[in-house]
């Protein structure tokens, strides 16, 4: 590696005493890599808020820097402000500030249009000592008008004071590259680090991209369905399919790397030790 790239790992919230202890367990262990930061992410319509809450508090009481995710669809101005004030309370120093999607039998959108709003409030509200990730779609998001109309929103976010972002998942290097160029053509400084999925199920992860807007493509897809009865050979070939594009990554200088761990330990360690990060 040419440089220190960054690493940062994401979790959801447990929602059971079990898949508590599982996340400790996996925490602990990533933990080695010494990672930047570990997120956790917050359903959005409030449903895991104390479980993103107390993850948050968990990690940080064994010493790891974490950060919350919060959205602000269907939220008022008063629950973003304590919610916010409860993690800085916490000690918390860098949100993910996202607009999240309604929730099915929600109508009110609330206050807070876009995340750009977010982060405009929280910059009003907090100032600027909080770290401000947004997201950033390679692959553009599902309700995006035109890939110009993205960048110009994606900078909107920028512009209200976040400081860095993380992209949604992809598995065409391109597709980043390309959002990175058209991103600096813009004037954006910002880091924009590239959101890692690891492969590890078909079905999951076909549900997930359909959903998300990230693009599949098809020589994947169709290994990964060829494998989709035989686990081993689809963790095998997942795992040279993501290593490969965090290795390009890498090659081209990326500010980091940021996993969706999905909670579990295996295919993220396995991939992050063979692109070169160490465990302490
Ligand atoms: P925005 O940046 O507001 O964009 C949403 C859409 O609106 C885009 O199509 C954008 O182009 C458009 N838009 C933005 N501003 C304007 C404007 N001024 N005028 C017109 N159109 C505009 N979801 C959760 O519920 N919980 C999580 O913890 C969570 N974590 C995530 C972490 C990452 C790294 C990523 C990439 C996504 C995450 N999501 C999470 C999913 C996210 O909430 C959804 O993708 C959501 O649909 C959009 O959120 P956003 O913050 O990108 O929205």
Not at 13 to 34: S, Y
Not at 51 to 59: N, R, S
Not at 228 to 250: M, R, Y
Request: aromatic share 12%; charged share 20%; proline share 5%.
């Amino acid at each position: 590696m040419t440089q220190s790239p960054e690493l940062s790992f994401e979790f959801f919230p447990p929602r059971t005493p079990k898949g508590a202890e599982t996340l400790a367990a996996v925490h602990t262990e990533l933990a080695k890599f010494e990672p930047n930061f570990f997120s956790v992410t917050y359903g959005a319509g409030g449903s895991t808020q104390a479980g993103t809450y107390d993850a948050i508090k968990e990690m940080r009481g064994r010493g790891s820097n974490a950060a919350p995710h919060i959205t602000c669809v269907g939220a008022s101005r008063d629950y973003i402000k304590e919610t916010i004030q409860s993690y800085i309370d916490l000690g918390v120093d860098r949100l993910v500030v996202l607009r999240g999607d309604l929730p099915g039998g929600m109508v009110d959108r609330g206050k807070f249009k876009y995340a750009s709003d977010l982060v405009t409030f929280i910059r009003d509200e907090f100032g600027n000592d909080i770290h401000l990730e947004v997201a950033a779609y390679p692959d553009f998001h599902p309700e995006s008008k035109s890939p110009q109309s993205e960048l110009e929103n994606f900078k909107r976010k920028i512009d209200a004071g976040a400081n860095s972002a993380i992209t949604q998942y992809f598995y065409n290097a391109d597709s980043y590259f390309a959002f990175l160029d058209e991103a600096t053509r813009m004037g954006i400084e910002a880091p924009i680090v590239p959101g890692i999925m690891p492969i590890t199920n078909y079905a999951t992860l076909v549900r997930f991209s359909d959903v998300c807007g990230a693009e599949l493509p098809q020589w994947i897809k169709a290994r990964l369905r060829q494998y989709q009865d035989d686990e081993a050979s689809l963790k095998a070939f997942g795992f040279d399919v993501v290593a490969n594009l965090c290795l390009d990554l890498l090659e081209n200088g990326v500010h980091g790397l940021h996993f969706y761990s999905l909670n579990k330990v295996e295919p993220v360690k396995q991939i992050c030790q063979a692109v070169g990060y160490e465990q302490g």
